[in-house]
């Protein structure tokens, strides 16, 4: 649901929308729900680089088309790279629900594997039914005004899985490919060029223009066909079918209510996707876009450059919304993907720019950005405390407390489009200092429920202490 937030319509339609929700209510979304899906937190500190991540390709599940069979050699095929050492499983490796097998924010890519990339890997699960991206999308609920949704990658620049494959293939930081020929070069040298030429018919490498865009169209098959990119086998997915094994504890049950309540966690209004689009389960996104004001990640290289600002879908990596001049109204600025929430719990390395590393520091974020940003943003000019106060959290970004000073709320955004940035439940913009909306039981079953969201293939990132989401 995108209603209820700032948006390039303006307030008055964040307005709109809040009384849209109220009017559903919590018990109505987790109705909704229902009938819908009928069907390590170290910083940096990961062993493994991406391109040592996985080496053969799994057996396809199903049955795969000649196109998606090219795609699936492809996918798990590191001689299509510039450093002959990465393939795409190198940063989504079907072992992690395809995310990182690290938990570094950016993964290092390019000719000499020693370039750091710009955003932090999302899973490519459960992205085939994602909708092209519009400004003004309707939403899947139904009842939530248009806004910015859809598209591939967190700021939507690509529309279909096989657009946005051509950017890894040619990114210096990633793949790092001289030029689409390059790329059809080495598919006609794989020992699957074969393959390619019964799938796309015996001129297949003729025109390198049309092979590459073949090429393009192989990954985007295997990754529409093959079940494990859409497997459906969380305990949620059992939970939404009434199977056996979907009893939800007491523990995972409050977590729901967290997830859906308008008062607390209000998660659902941005992660989860009333009916299902075209026939899919619940989705736990509804492919909107938000600024929330994550904080700048100094881990980042490109950040050193303090004048760079990775602002999503006004760009600079997308250029169709860009500014008209440096901070010129935007309402673009700030706003990236609310992706899908299915396999967070295994991931090690969240939002746009990877700042966080656990699932608990993100609900945490969450539910104080607002109430004690300095755990989250800088502190200017103020004074280290020698030794912070007795119950200063040492779950925040920042773990130095100060005396005096400013703290620098959304440090990673120009304050030219501060007012972009979304107030609605959890981050509501209630004052600092005072209450948080989600209490320590809140947010310790709010964990217990994304964990429902795994594929039964995944491993929990943190897994869960005996006894916790039981009762
Ligand atoms: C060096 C690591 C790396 C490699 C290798 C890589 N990707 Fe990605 N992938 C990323 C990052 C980072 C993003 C997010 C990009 C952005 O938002 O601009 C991404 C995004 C995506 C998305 C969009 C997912 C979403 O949530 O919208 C798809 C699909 C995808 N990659 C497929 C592929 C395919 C296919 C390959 C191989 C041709 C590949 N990737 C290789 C890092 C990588
Ligand atoms: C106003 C809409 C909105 C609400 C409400 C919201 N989110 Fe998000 N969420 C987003 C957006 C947008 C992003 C991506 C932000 C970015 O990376 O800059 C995001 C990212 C995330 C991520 C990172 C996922 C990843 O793969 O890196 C997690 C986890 C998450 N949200 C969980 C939650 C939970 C739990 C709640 C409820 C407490 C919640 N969100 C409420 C919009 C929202």
Known sequence: MRVHRSSPRGPAVARAGRLALAALGA?????????????????????????????????PSGTL?????????????????????????SCHDPAHAHAPANDFSVQ?????????????????????????????????????????????????????????ARIPLLDPVEMANASSADVVKKLQAADYAPLIAKA???????????????????????????????????????????KIGG???????????????PD?????????????????????TDFSYEAIGVPRNAGIPANNDLRYFDMGVCGPMRTDHAPAAPNAANGFCGMF??????????????????????????????????????????????????????????????????????????????TAYAPNIDTQMPMDGRAAGSAPPMSEQDMADLVCFLNTLSDADTKPATPAKPGACVN
């Open 264 to 284: 607390t966690g209000n998660c659902a209004s941005c992660h989860y996707q009333g009916a299902g689009l075209n026939g899919s389960s619940a989705l736990f």
């Open 200 to 242: 796309f018919g015996a001129k297949a490498f003729d025109d390198s223009d049309a092979a590459f865009a073949n090429a393009l169209l192989a990954l985007q098959a295997y990754q529409l066909e093959d079940k494990s990119f859409h497997p459906y086998s969380s305990k949620f997915d059992l939970y939404a079918g009434n």
């Open 65 to 89: 088309s000649l196109a998606a069979q090219v795609g699936q050699k492809m996918f798990f095929d590191k001689n299509l790279s510039g450093s002959g050492a990465m393939s795409c499983a």
């Open 27 to 59: 018990a109505g979304i987790a109705g909704a729900m229902l009938v819908a899906s009928g069907g390590s937190n170290g910083s940096g500190s990961a062993a493994t680089a991406a391109g040592a991540a996985p080496a053969a390709a799994p057996a």
């Open 337 to 414: 993907k609310a992706p899908t929430l299915r396999n967070v719990a295994t991931r090690t390395a969240f939002f746009h720019n990877g700042v966080m590393h656990s699932l608990e520091q993100v609900i945490r974020f969450y539910n104080t950005r607002d109430t004690q940003p300095e755990l989250w943003y800088p502190t200017v000019g103020g004074t280290p405390k020698a030794k912070n106060d007795p119950g200063f959290p040492s779950y925040g970004l920042v773990t130095t407390q100060y005396t005096g000073g400013k703290v620098q709320k959304y440090d990673d955004l120009p």
């Open 108 to 164: 290092l890519g390019g000719a000499r594997m020693d370039q750091a990339g710009l955003r932090a890997v999302p899973s490519l699960r459960y992205k085939d039914v994602t909708p092209a991206y519009a400004d003004l999308l309707d939403n899947p609920d139904g009842i939530s005004v248009p806004g910015p949704g859809g598209g591939l990658t967190w700021d939507g620049r690509a529309d279909t899985l096989a657009a946005q």
């Open 247 to 261: 009893a939800l504890t007491p523990a995972e049950t409050r977590g729901l209510k967290v997830f859906t309540n």
